[in-house]
T-cell receptor, first 105, second 114 residues
């Protein structure tokens, strides 16, 4: 199956800082998606982004399918951004192990 | 509009007992997914349905697990008999027609098998 690697595994930020999370795939994928799991366990869709760039508020994502990676950008981070960020090849149901983000006030 | 509803939210049972987890998808959604999350294995798809029909159950760990979707508004995941290694958080998700990837997750059921 496809290997999904996320980096960094853990990240601690001061509130207001920017960050970039990366997702690498061992093979070509389609239907790439980013999720956020908040500290209470709720999973939320962030982006469906098989290719190109999308933005939603302070978050944006870019997927370069030909090079088998995707990036999630968080700008001006807030404490509510804390949690675990997962990328996934949704059609094949391969999930990464996540990046755990802690934003400190 | 209510989101995906799961019950119970927490379940503690003893090894060998039958466990039934329930899910009500968002009205109008025709895909329903069951996932399991553990520290060791992360998020795994167990099974998904489209229009109440199981499409892919390759993630169901073994015969002790079964899932049904008798109608568009209800699904169950049953474990019989339960084992301690089944302890996990079980998520149900649903997505709208033609937007398979736009999954909305329920709050999860935290299962502990003693």
């Amino acid at each position: 199956g496809i290997q999904v690697e996320q980096s960094p595994p853990d990240l601690i930020l001061q509130e207001g800082a920017n960050s970039t999370l990366r997702c690498n795939f061992s093979d070509s994928v389609n239907n790439l998606q980013w999720f956020h799991q908040n500290p209470w366990g709720q999973l939320i869709n962030l982006f469906y982004i098989p290719s190109g760039t999308k933005q939603n508020g302070r978050l944006s994502a870019t997927t370069v399918a030909t090079e088998r990676y995707s990036l999630l950008y968080i700008s001006s981070s807030q404490t509510t951004d804390s949690g675990v960020y997962f990328c996934a090849a949704v059609n094949q149901f391969y999930f990464g192990t996540g990046t755990s983000l802690t934003v400190i006030p | 509009d209510a989101g995906v509803i799961q019950s119970p939210r927490h379940e503690v049972t003893e090894m060998g007992q039958e466990v039934t987890l329930r899910c009500k998808p968002i009205s109008g959604h025709d895909y329903l997914f069951w996932y399991r999350q553990t520290m060791m294995r992360g998020l795994e798809l167990l099974i998904y349905f489209n229009n109440n029909v199981p499409i892919d159950d390759s993630g169901m760990p073994e015969d002790r697990f079964s899932a049904k979707m008798p109608n568009a508004s209800f699904s169950t995941l049953k474990i019989q008999p339960s084992e301690p290694r089944d302890s996990a958080v079980y998520f149900c998700a649903s997505s709208p027609p033609d937007r398979f990837y736009e999954q909305f997750f329920g709050p999860g059921t935290r299962l502990t098998v003693l």
